[in-house]
């Protein structure tokens, strides 16, 4: 495939592949943005916190007297305040989150940082001043912590049997597929226990709303998108009789963090409603770094099978995520799995995945959410050459998906038509003269310096809609005013992308006029058409098509009217600078101010029957999946005497289809590949045994520097894309494909001394036990363990409390006498008749109404959800239903069903195809 | 509380004003002053997006005291353009380079930088560099800084088109 030709000829009005310098840098530069802190509104009050110093524990008293009285104090709220407002916390998916949850703590605190109570006051001193004075009393509980206090410790959440929060995949061994797994010439198993990260964008989160009279809610509020937060608003207060305006213009950076508004932006959105007063809450660093939603603290254990030549034959992944207490839905993390070898060719993949509930920080997005396939991946794939004995890039030639392999379709159904990590690979290869460096690597060793090379591959989705609910498309709105200046209100809105110059590339270059003459506006849910903003790689892949596409309508209307005006023949007009041409006639050149001014002002010289004005509009809706390739090398030397990691190079070879801005570009690669660096190398989010934080600053909580960072390479390829434009995403790929490479460039470096294991981050007391063949103490023990012994206990007696659970005799739990005909009799009458079903599916908990209907071993019966209603047929043993049904939306799969019924509640679950199991849990209705 | 009067200029505007012992200078120039420009991102001497100029030098306005500023000049990252909008060099160099993204960090580099090379300063890469260790940027991967300060310090005349490119056509 052949890229357009950027590189000659280009015209004034060629924009798309420029490095232009970004429109919006003049006002950022010169301190004239307004981010959220900086709207003020007239009698705006302050918001600060009371917030849990507990992982864990039940609310005894709530002492508000001395607070109250304090000066500025307007009010002191708690939950039985906001009860009223019947608020339903909600995911990601819009749909309500999996356990109950109150926007103030309600009788309960699961995490430290838990907003127990909102103070309101005149200022923001006032405020905090007023909080300190707040006395709360807790009767404190253990604290589950960890994934493995999840695993083996007491229920998070009163309203969960137990602590996984969301499982998919295969939770039984395979025999069959263990076996496949042996059959190979070389198994290979590689684990990464990656640390929890801060998103940490350099503006907080924060929020000022204001009602309107009764008919307005204003919510000023820095976020991914303000349609996405209305709309996740309005639900969350269940439909309110007002409009829930959402405005948000500039932000200082997401990385999934502000997809949605969450705790505290909806209390204090909930206190100006009952206060009916402006409040204004924005957070600080330490509320930031300890109360704010995180990510990735996450372990996977991935093997994978090759025959005798080094190529794949087989994988399985044990996956397991930390969910924190509330996490921005229950998560399975299922796209681990998805993209785990969509760039590879693997005949076939099982996995497990399981998210856990925990007393700490809530689960919320960052920058690529299932990176760990990568990271884990590229690692094992650098430590199977190790164990096979071949080079990483020749046992990557081998196994990656070329040209030759599409079109094909993953065994977890990703279609791959037109991807290019082996061709982005071999153009790196270009650049990185390897034996070049394994010289300079093999002379360096002989001085003891220690360098590294390290390669990664993969892909990456990017601007996907219409797959998941939430995740649309985006309408463009383009308009040229009678100033013959142009307009276009679009809502991919930048956290920092530059999409007020990257989206008028487009549209200049359609309208043929100067750059300068274009403004794009977003950033208010009042206007343009809904899009849920930035995430997913989204806005150059769909923002840059509706864009395209308006910009197109709206150039052919104005060659249309200059045509009928100039008495000329459209195809001879064009549009250059913002004038408008006659082929072959220069004395017929208007200005496009001339033409417009005509459009709107003079209907009777329009055509006949057309719409006056100069305004386009269309939506857009890419290719249900775009992916961005890329293949990466660092090279890295570590001081063997400090454990340091210089990083003395780094390439990035991507396929990010056409750009519309190289620099931009360029600048999303770096800026992942910085939070890349990070997470390898330095940031922890961590918690000590009891749920306290351990970062709480800047100085703990340790962001890279410009020192951390080096200057990056860049190779394009240009392979465009199916969507409009041919663009890619590339918001997120650096912070992928980065930590992979970076850990294999420090394992090369370390391959004399051992593996090394990828227990992030990879700090230099870590690498230096490496070096001095001296292995880290293994991880304390989850005191939930049954084989936990407490280290402080008095005597042995002291520990009994905590010691062993005492074995249940096996055989205990069966019913006394009885036939097995009488069993299965009141097992009927226990199955028969309606349910209330949950399936919890990747996307959020879906419910459901069953109704059962037994006869001897045969069971029928009838499934309802929104998604439509079906008749089943299945068999009954005992307590237990199974059943398979086909269904074709969201996708065509069919559905097993295995439920065990006691009493009136119902548990089991629910096999989705490719897509592993579920759980499902219910009630009689 | 104890209050005080303080007189004090900001980008040449002469302020006069009473604050509490306890705010803060950078809290002062936003709420009282109006200069928004001036970011706070920690609040605990770290993320440098706070720098303001205080009698020439650049002073992180979370870690110092309203009170404190008490007849000095002040400078904030609204006061570097010109009237007529033409940026100072190192706000385009800044521009130039692609050195931000969301922009939240970049009035205190920008107030560090311009502290540095005021009065003719030629302080050079190294040390021009050496000073953004005291400014944390979440976004760029400090590529575009990096180059906006070999523009500044002149080492690098290709500076506006990135450090190396090798971009080819698929
Ligand atoms: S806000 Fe002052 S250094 Fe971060
Ligand atoms: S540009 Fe966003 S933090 Fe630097």
């Known amino acids: 495939m052949n890229a357009p030709d950027r590189s000659g000829g280009i015209g004034a009005n060629r924009f798309i592949g420029q490095r232009v310098p970004r429109k919006e840098d003049a006002r950022l530069l010169t301190g004239k943005g307004t981010y959220v802190d900086d709207v003020v509104m007239p009698g705006m009050l302050h918001v600060a916190f009371v917030r849990s110093p507990i992982a864990r524990g039940r609310i005894l008293s709530i002492d508000t007297s001395i607070a109250r009285d304090q000066p500025g104090v307007h009010a002191i709220v708690t939950q039985d305040d906001l009860a009223r407002f019947n608020v339903t916390m909600l995911s990601f998916f819009i749909g309500p989150v999996e356990v109950a949850m109150t926007p103030l703590a309600d009788g309960r605190v699961a995490y430290v940082g838990h907003p127990v109570v909102m103070v309101v006051a005149d200022d923001r001193y006032l405020a905090e001043d007023a909080a300190s004075l707040v006395v709360v009393d807790y009767a404190e509980e253990d604290a589950v912590v960890s994934i493995e206090d999840a695993r083996h410790g007491p229920a998070v959440h009163p309203d969960t049997d137990d602590n996984v929060a969301a499982m998919m995949g295969e939770d039984e061994e395979d025999a069959e597929f263990e076996a496949l797994l042996a059959s190979g010439a070389h198994l290979v198993t590689q684990t990464v226990h990656h640390q929890r990260i801060s998103q940490s964008p350099m503006e907080t989160r924060g929020v000022v709303a204001a009602l309107q009279g009764d008919e307005e809610l204003l919510v000023h509020i820095t976020c991914a998108g303000p349609h996405l937060v209305a709309r996740w608003l309005t639900v969350a207060l269940g439909n309110p009789k007002m409009n829930i305006r959402v405005v948000a213009k500039d932000v200082g950076g997401s990385f999934g963090l502000k997809n949605h508004p969450w705790l505290e932006e909806v209390s204090a959105i909930l206190g100006a409603m009952l206060l009916r007063r402006p409040l204004k809450w924005i957070e600080d660093r330490i509320e930031n770094l300890t109360a704010s939603n995180q990510a990735r603290e996450q372990e996977i254990i991935l093997r994978a099978a090759f025959d005798a030549d080094g190529k794949l034959l087989a994988s399985h992944a044990d996956y397991s995520l930390n969910n924190g207490a509330y996490p921005m839905g229950a998560d399975a993390n299922i796209a681990v799995h998805m993209f785990m070898w969509s760039a590879y060719n693997i005949p076939a993949y099982s996995f497990v995945s ?174 343009g058409g809904f899009g849920p903003g930035a995430g997913g790689s989204r806005q150059g892949v769909i923002g840059g098509g509706a864009a395209i596409r308006a910009g197109r309508l709206l150039a052919d209307k104005i060659k249309t009217v200059a045509a009928h005006l100039l008495n000329a023949n459209p195809e001879n007009i064009s549009i250059e600078d913002g004038m408008i041409r006659v082929a072959g006639a220069p004395e017929m050149t208007r200005s496009l101010r001339e033409i417009a001014e005509i459009a709107y002002g003079e209907p009777s010289r329009l055509p006949p029957g057309m719409e006056t004005g100069l305004e386009a509009q269309i939506r857009y809706d890419p290719p249900a999946m775009t992916f961005t390739s890329a293949a990466h090398a660092a090279i890295v030397e570590v001081d063997a005497e400090t454990g340091f990691v210089k990083i003395r190079r780094w390439v990035s ?78 918001g997120e790929g650096g912070c992928i494909i980065g930590p992979p490479t970076l850990v294999n460039a420090i394992a090369d470096a370390l391959a004399p001394f051992g593996e090394v294991a990828v227990d992030l981050p990879l700090t230099p007391s870590k690498l230096l036990a490496v070096i001095d063949g001296t292995p880290l103490p293994p991880k304390p023990m989850s005191r939930f363990h049954p084989e936990w012994v407490n280290p402080y206990a008095d005597t042995a007696a002291a520990t009994k409390t905590d010691g062993p659970v005492e074995e249940v005799p096996a055989g205990a739990t069966l019913l006394p006498g009885g036939t097995h005909a009488a069993l299965a009799e009141t097992a009927a009458r226990g199955i028969d008749g309606a349910w209330n079903l949950t399936l919890a599916t990747p996307m959020g908990p879906q419910p459901m109404t069953a109704t059962f209907a037994t006869e001897g071993s045969i069971v029928r019966g009838r499934l309802e959800s929104n998604e439509g209603a079906q008749e089943f047929e299945g068999t009954v043993e005992d307590n237990q239903v199974k059943w398979s049904m086909k269904v074709t939306k969201p996708m065509p799969i069919t559905l097993k069903y295995d439920l065990t019924f006691d009493g009136d509640t119902v548990t089991g679950k629910c096999k989705m195809g490719m897509f592993g199991t579920a759980k499902v849990k219910g009630q009689r209705v | 509380m104890s209050e005080h009067k303080i007189e004090l200029t900001v980008n040449g505007r002469h302020h006069r004003g009473t604050v509490e012992g306890r705010h803060t200078l950078g809290d002062w120039l936003r709420g009282q002053a109006g200069y928004t420009g001036v970011h706070i991102g920690c609040e605990h001497g770290v993320c440098g997006a706070c720098t303001v100029m205080v009698d020439g030098r650049a002073v992180r306005s979370c870690l110092m005291l309203a009170v404190q500023a008490d007849g000095c000049t002040v400078t904030t990252v609204e006061g570097l353009a010109d009237p007529d909008g033409t940026l100072h060099p190192v706000q385009q160099a800044l521009k130039d380079c692609h050195g931000l993204q969301c922009g939240f960090c970049t009035p205190g580099i920008v107030c560090t930088l311009a502290a540095l090379t005021a009065d003719g300063a030629q302080p050079g890469e190294e040390k021009l560099t050496a000073a953004m260790s005291g400014h944390i940027c979440r976004c760029t991967g400090y590529q575009g800084i990096r180059r906006a300060i070999r523009q500044i310090a002149g080492t690098d005349t290709s500076a506006a088109q990135g450090a190396a490119h090798a971009e080819q056509g698929a």
């Open chain 1, 354 to 527: 399981r998210g856990y509930y925990t007393n700490t920080a809530g689960l919320a997005a960052y920058r690529g959410p299932w990176a760990i396939e990568t990271l884990v991946r590229e690692t094992l794939m650098d430590a199977a050459a190790r164990q096979i004995g071949i080079d990483p890039i020749e046992i990557r030639r081998r196994n990656l998906c070329t040209a030759a392999h599409q079109p094909s379709v993953t065994s977890l159904g990703i279609p791959r038509e037109d991807i290019t990590p082996a061709e982005c690979l071999e153009k790196l290869l270009e650049t990185v003269d390897v034996a070049a460096f394994r010289r300079e690597q093999a002379e360096a060793r002989k001085e003891g310096r220690y360098l590294g090379i390290g390669f990664a591959a993969y892909i990456e989705p990017t601007g996907a809609a219409g797959s998941i609910g939430v995740m649309t498309g985006e309408l463009a709105q383009v308009r040229v005013d009678p100033t013959g200046k142009v307009v276009a209100i679009m809502n991919v809105h930048s956290q920092g992308h530059g999409t007020q110059t990257t989206m008028a590339q487009c549209i200049a270059e359609q309208l043929g006029v100067p750059l300068a003459d274009v403004t794009i506006f977003d950033g208010d849910s009042s206007r």
């Open chain 1, 653 to 730: 070879s991507e396929d990010c289809g056409v750009m519309i801005n190289p620099a931009v570009v360029e600048g999303q690669i770096a800026g992942g590949l910085a939070q890349g660096i990070g997470s390898v190398l330095l940031e922890e989010a961590g918690y000590d045994a009891r749920g306290n934080p351990i970062a709480a600053t800047f100085k703990d909580y340790m962001l890279p520097t410009i020192f951390d960072v080096p200057d990056f390479e860049y190779v394009h390829a240009n392979t465009p894309s199916k969507a409009e434009g041919g663009f890619r995403g590339v």
